[in-house]
């Protein structure tokens, strides 16, 4: 059964606009040490609790579509050659106007902070 503590001021649903009195939006934060299915503190900032310093050079990947017909596939994701950090060893396997499902094996680090 999970439980609720309150600290300050905060809406009556979660996950909603929430503004101060001038109109001015509080920004939402989830925060949990297991994912959302287990606990987590649902946290409201005056400003942005995360800032982008820059946006660096990326390589637009090509997604090439086919008219063939629909059929089940077996992905042997492991035979891809996809090494490298978090951004460059992605590897797209399915795609539509709304989303690209990629397989990523990870093997490097990177300098900087990576935020979908």
Do not use: C
């Not at 109109?23 to 982008?52: A, D, K, Q």
């Not at 990326?58 to 997604?63: D, H, Q, R, T, Y």
Request: proline fraction near 4%; glycine fraction near 6%; charge should be positive.
């Amino acid at each position: 059964m999970p439980f609720y503590q309150k600290r300050g001021e905060i809406p009556n649903k979660r996950h909603i606009q929430f503004r101060d009195n001038s109109g001015n939006l509080y920004w939402e934060e989830l925060i949990s040490r297991e994912g959302f299915s287990h606990m987590y503190s649902n946290v409201y900032h005056i400003h942005p609790p995360t800032g982008v310093e820059a946006v660096g050079q990326f390589k637009k990947k090509e997604l090439i579509a086919t008219d063939k017909t629909h059929r089940h596939h077996h992905i042997r994701t492991a035979n891809l050659d996809s090494n490298g950090d978090a951004i460059s060893s992605r590897i797209p396997l399915f795609f539509n106007s709304d989303v690209v499902i990629s397989k990523a094996h990870v093997n490097e680090s990177m300098d900087s902070l990576y935020r979908n």
